[in-house]
Nanobody, 127 residues
Framework: QVQLVESGGGSVQAGGSLTLSCVAS????????MAWFRQAPGKAREGIVY?????????GDSVKGRFTVSQDNDNNKNTVYLQMNNLEPEDTAMYYC???????????????????WGQGTQVTVSS
């Protein structure tokens, strides 16, 4: 089992910044892959950024160059951060942290890659 707790959402004006955090605890191998997803009302859930236990990252086109993912690991938990800069109204969504075990040949921004999900944190960007 893995527990994920997100924080850091809020409201900001276009061009502003926010940093989201996700604290992951539990079975280490089940959180080898970590990612952030988002879902806006009426839209499908979108994978936006991935980070692996070894530090490898992958960004979706919609956030590349504006968002940065990082992590801090210790023996019992890892914290994944999502620094979001130059926010746009189109970034308004519920943001979810996800975790999953290592998987060969899987697409790291597909929701099917992940087993565990956080409760979500709302980000609202006004124009």
């Amino acid at each position: 089992q893995v527990q994920l707790v997100e924080s850091g959402g809020g409201s900001v004006q276009a061009g502003g910044s926010l940093t989201l955090s996700c604290v992951a605890s539990g079975h280490v191998r089940s959180r080898t892959n970590m990612a952030w997803f988002r879902q806006a009302p009426g839209k499908a859930r979108e994978g936006i950024v991935y980070i692996g236990s070894a530090g490898g990252t992958f960004y979706g086109d919609s956030v590349k160059g504006r968002f940065t993912v990082s992590q801090d690991n210790d023996n019992n938990k890892n914290t994944v951060y999502l620094q979001m800069n130059n926010l746009e109204p189109e970034d308004t969504a519920m943001y979810y942290c996800a975790a999953g075990p290592s998987c060969g040949g899987c697409y790291v921004l597909s929701s099917q890659t992940y087993t565990y999900w956080g409760q979500g944190t709302q980000v609202t960007v006004s124009s």
